[in-house]
């Protein structure tokens, strides 16, 4: 795998918990769901883990988002994880963009 796939699993993970992070609309999505929606989310960000490892990228933001997925039950420690998650995911995924994708001449 290359960075960029790495980028957009980010760029998908980062929108998920950009969703996640809006107050109350996030509160109402996880609550509706049952807490499933924080299930999906753990999974999104295994499988975004599995994704960098094997693209050589950061796993630190794949880290980030399994312990936001584990703690955000709680209320406001959730927001609060959501939206760090978020920027942390996004901050990688615009990272992992820039990095050249092999021996190109053209970066």
């Known amino acids: 795998m290359n960075p ?11 929108g998920y918990e950009l969703v996640l992070a809006i107050p109350f609309l996030g509160g109402l999505i ?4 049952g807490w499933q929606a924080l299930t999906l989310s753990l999974v999104i960000h295994l499988i975004v883990l599995g ?10 933001p794949s880290i980030c988002g399994i312990v936001t997925a584990l ?22 995924a615009f990272a992992d963009a820039r990095k ?8």
Request: hydrophobic content about 50%; charged content about 5%; proline content about 4%.
């Open 4 to 14: 960029t796939t790495s980028a957009v699993a980010k760029g998908i993970a980062g």
């Open 30 to 33: 996880v609550l509706s769901s």
């Open 51 to 60: 994704i960098s490892i094997g693209s050589q990228t950061s796993i630190a």
């Open 71 to 92: 703690l955000a039950w709680i209320p406001v420690v959730g927001w609060l994880l959501h939206t760090i998650a978020c920027i942390v995911l996004f901050v990688s």
């Open 100 to 107: 050249p994708r092999g021996h190109s001449k053209y970066y």
